[in-house]
């Protein structure tokens, strides 16, 4: 026996013409504060009401349409405000260590009879320590 799997889970049925309830309810109370403002401030300073009009059809056409990632955006604004308000929970905690830093200065002897020549550098031992070190304090 076959069963059929749906394919479109995601996908919001148009409920109002070509519009899903959630953009028609951002949309509406968009416009329903639009009426209420141009009957009080409208008539006083119609270019105030224009301004935030315009603001407001922008940010709900904004909540309504738009998508970030796939995303829509009231999810979106919705994690970030959960994220911000919910505690952290920090898992690795350096401890504070006293580090010192010894620089010994070895001078090199040169033999009198062999100026002419420089001499040969010879390499560090390892230079891991003195890396992990510079890692840990931030220096170069």
């Known amino acids: 026996m076959r069963f059929t799997v749906p394919q479109f889970i995601e996908h919001e049925p148009k409920i109002v013409g070509p519009l899903t309830f959630r953009q028609f309810i951002f949309i509406g109370i968009a416009g329903a504060i639009c009426f209420i403002l141009y009957f009080s401030i409208g008539k006083k300073s119609f270019s105030l009401f224009l301004l935030i009009s315009v603001v407001l059809i922008l940010g709900s056409m904004a909540l309504a349409f738009g998508k970030i990632g796939g995303r829509s955006l009231p999810t979106i604004l919705a994690n970030s405000l959960e994220f911000l308000i919910s505690p952290k929970l920090y898992i690795w905690r350096k401890k504070e260590a006293k580090v010192e830093i ?11 009879e062999k100026v002419d020549e420089l001499p040969l550098k010879i390499a560090e031992n390892s230079r891991l320590k003195k890396l992990r070190t510079e890692v840990e304090i931030g220096t170069k």
Do not use: L
């Open 102 to 112: 010894s620089y010994k200065k070895e001078e090199i002897k040169v033999p009198e």
